[in-house]
C-alpha cells in the first residue's frame, strides 16, 4: 500500500522527466502522470518515448509499472491524488489584452477549474509551470470559492531542468525552490513537498520562500541567464570589429570568481520555449505595475537576440557575394541546442525563413530535430531538403551555417565535406563548434562568432 499519491497534469518536457525521477526516487509514492493528448501519453507508455532526452528510458523503466502510470483520465488522477502538480504549458499570449507579452494562463486556469470539480478531498496544488508572480493568489480565489468546505493550499515549485540534461538537472539539481503561503496550513504543505525532495536531494539545497519570491525567482533566474548570453553575444558583434576573439574575451572575464565562466558562448541566438516567453512575461508584469524603465531594461536582452539572428544572416550574404539565390545552403542542425529534439524558438527558424525569402536552397540536417523542423516549416516543405546525412547535406553546397552545437559535427571528415561542395566553399558558425583553422588549411572560408574571419578571398 502507497502511503501518498501524487499526480502531476501535463505530460511535457518538464511533467514527464520531472514525475518519472520522484517516482524512481520515492517508491513510496504512487505518481500518476496525467494528460490531455492522447498521442503523448501512448508514447510514454513505450520505449518511445514523446521526448528526447538522454538518460530518460531507463529512469522511466524504473518506475513505470511499478509506482509511475500515465493516463488521460484526468478527473481520476485529480480525484485519487492529494498532492497535484501543475506542468501545463504557459505560452506567450497571441491574442488580446497583453498579446505577444503576458502569458496565456488559460491551461493552467482549465486545471484549476478541474480540479474544483473533481475534488471531494483537500488538495495541495504545486505550480510547476513557470507563472507570472501573483498568479497563486488567482488560483487560491478560484480554487477556494468552492462552497465545498475543501480546502486547498497553493505552492510555487518551479522547474529549473534544462533540455538535455533534464535527467542529470533533476537528479542533482543546484536547488530545489519550494514557496508558500507563511500561515499554519502553507507551512505544513511546504513541508509535504519538502519531503519528497528530501528522498534524493541534500537538505541544504532545498529551499523554502514565500509564495511570491518562489514564483518571481524563476522568472529572474531565466532573465539572468538569458542576460549572459546576450550581453556576450553583444561583445561578439564589437570582437568581429575590432579582431578580438569573444571566445578569449570570455574566458578572461569568466575566470573572475564573480562573473564565473558559464554561459558565456557566444552563439546565433538563444532559442528554447523558455527565455523570451519568460522574459516578455517579466517586462509585461514590469509595465503592469508602472516599472517602465525596469521593463525597458529587460526587453534589451530580446532585442539583442534578435539582433544576433539578423546580423548572422547578413553576415551569410554579404559574404557570399551579396546574393544567394539559387545557392544550395547546408543547415548543420536545427535543435535549439543540443542533446534535444526540441526546436521551439530555435534560431535556425528565423534563418530558414530568411534564407528562404533570399531564394537560396535551403536542406536541413539534425540527428534528432528533423521531424520538429518539418512541423515548424510546413508552410515552405516544397521548398526545403531534409536529410539527417550531414555528407549528403553538405553534398553540392555552397555554404554550411552550423545551427546547433551537435557533437558528431565535430568529428566528421571535413576534407570530405569540402570536396563534396561548391567552390569557394564557406562555413558560417553559429556555434563556434569547429577547429577553424583546421578548415581554413583545407580550403574553406570561416566565418566564426566574435572573431575575424578566416577565408582565402
Ligand atoms: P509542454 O508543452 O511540453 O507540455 C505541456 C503539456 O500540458 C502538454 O502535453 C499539453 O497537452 C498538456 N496540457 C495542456 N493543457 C492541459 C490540460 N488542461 N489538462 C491536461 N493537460 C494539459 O510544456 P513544457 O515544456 O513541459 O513546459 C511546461 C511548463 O514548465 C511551462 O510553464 C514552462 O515554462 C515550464 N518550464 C519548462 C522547461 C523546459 O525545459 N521545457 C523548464 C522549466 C520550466
Ligand atoms: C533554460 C534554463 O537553462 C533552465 O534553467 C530553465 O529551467 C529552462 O530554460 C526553462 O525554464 O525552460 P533550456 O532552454 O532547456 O533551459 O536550455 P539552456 O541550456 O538554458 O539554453 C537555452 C538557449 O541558450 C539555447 O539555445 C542555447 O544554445 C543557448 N545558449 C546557452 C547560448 O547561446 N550560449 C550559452 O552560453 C548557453
Excluded at 90 to 106: H, I
Excluded at 116 to 122: D, G, H, K
Excluded at 337 to 344: E, L, P
Aim: glycine fraction near 6%.
Amino acid at each position: 500500500m502507497k502511503t501518498k499519491r501524487i499526480a502531476c497534469i501535463g505530460a511535457g518536457y518538464v511533467g514527464g522527466p520531472t514525475m518519472a525521477v520522484i517516482a524512481m526516487k520515492c517508491p513510496q509514492y504512487q505518481v500518476t502522470v496525467a494528460d490531455l493528448s492522447e498521442s503523448r501519453i501512448a508514447a510514454w507508455q513505450t520505449d518511445t518515448l514523446p521526448i528526447y532526452e538522454p538518460g530518460l528510458l531507463e529512469v522511466v523503466q524504473a518506475a513505470r509499472g511499478r509506482n509511475l502510470c500515465f493516463t488521460t483520465d484526468i478527473a481520476a488522477a485529480i480525484r485519487e491524488s492529494e498532492i497535484i502538480f501543475v506542468s501545463v504549458n504557459t505560452p506567450t499570449k497571441t491574442f488580446g489584452e497583453g498579446a505577444g507579452r503576458a502569458a496565456d494562463l488559460q491551461y493552467w486556469e482549465r486545471v484549476a477549474r478541474d480540479i474544483l470539480r473533481e475534488s471531494r478531498s483537500p488538495k495541495i496544488v504545486i505550480e510547476k509551470s513557470t507563472l507570472p508572480v501573483k498568479t497563486a493568489q488567482t488560483m487560491e480565489n478560484i480554487l477556494n470559492a468552492n462552497g465545498k468546505g475543501i480546502h486547498f493550499e497553493v505552492i510555487s515549485n518551479p522547474e529549473f531542468l534544462a533540455e538535455g540534461t533534464a535527467v542529470q538537472d533533476l537528479l542533482e539539481p543546484d536547488r530545489v525552490l519550494i514557496g508558500s503561503r507563511e500561515t499554519a496550513e502553507g507551512l505544513k504543505a511546504r513541508q509535504e513537498i519538502v519531503d519528497i525532495y528530501a528522498n534524493w536531494v541534500p537538505a541544504e539545497r532545498i529551499l523554502t520562500s514565500n509564495v511570491w519570491s518562489a514564483e518571481l525567482s524563476k522568472l529572474v533566474a531565466n532573465a539572468f541567464l538569458a542576460q549572459r548570453i546576450s550581453s556576450i553575444n553583444s561583445i561578439s558583434a564589437l570582437c568581429e570589429k575590432t579582431e578580438a576573439s569573444v571566445r578569449e574575451v570570455a574566458r578572461a572575464v569568466g575566470m573572475d570568481a564573480r562573473v564565473g565562466p558559464r554561459f558565456l558562448n557566444a552563439s546565433v541566438g538563444f532559442g528554447g520555449s523558455c527565455f523570451k516567453k519568460d522574459i516578455l512575461n517579466l517586462v509585461y508584469i514590469c509595465e503592469s505595475y508602472g516599472l517602465d524603465e525596469v521593463a525597458r531594461y529587460w526587453e534589451s536582452v530580446v532585442a539583442m537576440n534578435e539582433y544576433q539572428e539578423q546580423r548572422f544572416v547578413r553576415t551569410m550574404i554579404r559574404e557570399m557575394f551579396n546574393t544567394i539565390v539559387g545557392k544550395r545552403i547546408a543547415l548543420f542542425g536545427f535543435a535549439f541546442k543540443a542533446n534535444t529534439s526540441d526546436t521551439r524558438e530555435s534560431p535556425a527558424i528565423y534563418v530558414t525563413r530568411k534564407l528562404l525569402e533570399e531564394r537560396a536552397n535551403v536542406v536541413i540536417t539534425d540527428p534528432k530535430a528533423l521531424e520538429s523542423a518539418r512541423r515548424d516549416l510546413a508552410g515552405n516543405l516544397q521548398e526545403i531538403e531534409f536529410t539527417d546525412d550531414p555528407y549528403q547535406a553538405a553534398s553540392g553546397a555552397h555554404a554550411i551555417a552550423v545551427m546547433t552545437e551537435w557533437d558528431l559535427y565535430r568529428s566528421l571528415a571535413w576534407d570530405r565535406i569540402y570536396r563534396s561542395m561548391e567552390k569557394p566553399a564557406f562555413v558560417f558558425d553559429g556555434r563556434n563548434l569547429l577547429d577553424h583553422k583546421r578548415l581554413y588549411e583545407m580550403g574553406f572560408n570561416v566565418y566564426p562568432l566574435g572573431a575575424p574571419p578566416l577565408k582565402h578571398l
